[in-house]
């Protein structure tokens, strides 16, 4: 199949698109600013990148990787990095300082107490903390909570971050994280809003010329069929699972995995003990993950947790067939539907199940065809272009209360 470019909109004619009144002057809080820092920092960049040429945009991080026409970068010192709460109290505090003036929206996508909008893309702590604890187990956990600084302050800022005191917009990633938002905070609810990750363009599965290309930029072999497996944390992903579904596949099946390069040696070992030492092959951090899309077969995310998952809507944009965990580990998996523009796991424990779906997406052309398809259509629902509108439409809104 040929690729196709189905961008609606790119960040340039993005630009004559949106209609807004009025120029802000908006600080995005996001202390790692980098595409190889994950789905969050993706997120926040995509943004970044889609309204810096209407906006006067300022980011704080500490660690910048990032470039962009009219974005003003300011390095957020980093006094301490262990421990890590120690380092997320001087972040808050410090981009407090610089920020309190001056800007017409402050935009955190970290736990601070400051910010009129908050986006939140990971559980709240304090749901995964307390969260079904009753009687003495509650009472067992908050002791364990008094007695530790980081959980304290964790949970301060955490209970500042969310609260009302002056009109701010909750944005969550997905629609599985309101209940969790109400649950830990139910005067939250009036302020929260959804807007999931998205993508710059639908591009359309890779033809076999570009495939070929692509594997032998990224030392892969030619032959076979590549898994893509894409996270910086790769256990909570479930690369544990996805080795032991490897073992079960014919010889021909390889994965390719992408992320944190620190976790390398011990997944190294791992594959070692399994005997895919030559099937197995770590990519480590990528500026730009496109080459990886377009050289696998398919995508593989057996994940334990993950609020919306950015990396499936990636590959669905490059017309890759996906296996991803059910709806209650991923959040993304509440949108999609079995067989048709997915293949959803139930348990993502059972390697089992996985190597038998990673082996209907190898064995049948048909499946692979639909769910190539069905994921083409569903990632053109979810373009950056629109989100960022709507994304633009909160900063409106808080730009106007505040200057009334």
């Known amino acids: 199949m040929k690729q196709t470019s189905h961008c609606e909109h790119s960040a340039e004619t993005h630009e004559g698109a949106l209609q807004s009144p009025q120029r802000l002057r908006i600080a995005v809080l996001n202390r790692q600013f ?16 889609h309204l810096a040429a209407r906006h006067d945009i300022h980011v704080f991080a500490q660690h910048i990787g990032h470039d962009w026409p009219g974005v003003t970068y300011h390095k957020v010192s980093q006094a301490l990095t262990r421990p ?141 069929f590549c898994i893509l497996f894409v996270a910086n944390d790769y256990r909570k992903k479930g690369l544990p699972t996805l080795l032991q579904a490897l073992s079960k596949l014919p010889v021909n099946a390889y994965v390719a995995v992408v992320g944190n390069p620190a976790q390398i040696p011990h997944f190294k070992t791992q594959a070692q003990a399994l005997g895919l030492v030559d099937r197995v092959f770590f990519l480590g951090a990528l500026q730009d993950v496109t080459p990886a899309y377009v050289a696998a077969d398919c995508l593989a995310h057996p994940t334990l947790e993950d609020t919306f998952a950015m990396v499936v809507l990636e590959a669905m944009a490059h017309g890759l067939p996906v296996v991803v965990s059910a709806a209650r580990y991923c959040g993304i998996a509440a949108l999609l539907r079995h067989d048709q523009n997915a293949l959803v ?46 994304q633009e439409q909160i900063y409106q809104y808080l730009a106007r209360g505040k200057r009334l």
């Open 84 to 224: 890590r709460w120690l380092n997320q109290l001087w972040y808050a505090t410090t981009t407090w300082w610089a920020t309190r003036r001056g800007f017409d929206v402050v935009h955190s996508h970290e736990n601070t107490w400051h910010g009129n909008v908050q986006t939140v893309h990971v559980l709240p702590v304090k749901y995964n903390l307390l969260h079904g604890l009753t009687g003495w187990r509650r009472v067992v956990r908050w002791a364990k909570i008094v007695t530790s600084p980081r959980l304290l302050v964790y949970l301060a800022l955490e209970r500042s971050r969310f609260s009302l005191r002056k009109p701010r917009v909750i944005v969550v990633t997905s629609n599985s994280l309101v209940p969790q938002m109400q649950a830990a905070y139910p005067a939250s609810q009036g302020a929260i809003k959804v807007i999931t990750p998205g993508v710059a363009c639908v591009l359309g599965a890779a033809t076999a010329l570009q495939k070929s290309k692509s594997r032998r930029e990224l030392n892969l072999p030619e032959n076979g």
């Open 34 to 49: 980098s595409p190889t820092g994950g789905g969050a920092e993706r997120y926040s960049i995509a943004l970044v990148e």
């Open 345 to 390: 796991l139930s348990d993502p424990l059972d390697s089992l199940a996985l190597a038998v779906e990673l082996a209907r997406v190898a064995q049948d052309g048909v499946l692979r065809h639909q769910l190539s398809q069905g994921g083409l259509m569903f990632a053109a629902h979810h373009q950056w272009a629109a989100l960022a509108q709507q």
